[in-house]
């Protein structure tokens, strides 16, 4: 991958050059990792809008949750840190 767009998107995704589709998907994980609770109808109707179907919806939040998951558990053992 690109170094100066990872750069970017490590910064500030929303700034990052990005395509509008990207920036949704983005958003969206955002909030999902921040609080699911909150995720709406209007999210996915905001993903729908820039042609990600519900198949592609539900693979987003199944991504993106199972690193939530994961990267919890790492944390919680301890992995990757010393000592």
Not at 41 to 50: F, P
Not at 58 to 67: D, M, N, P, V
Request: zero cysteines.
């Amino acid at each position: 991958m690109d170094e100066e767009l990872v750069g970017a998107l490590q910064d500030d995704y929303r700034k990052a050059p990005v395509s509008e589709q990207d920036r949704r998907m983005l958003d969206y994980v955002v909030q999902l990792t921040r609080d699911a609770t909150r995720i709406s109808t209007e999210d996915h109707a905001r993903l729908r809008s820039v042609g990600f179907d519900d198949k592609a919806i539900l693979q987003i939040t199944l991504i993106a949750s199972w690193f939530n998951y994961i990267n919890r558990v790492a944390d919680a053992l301890g992995v990757g840190r010393e000592g």
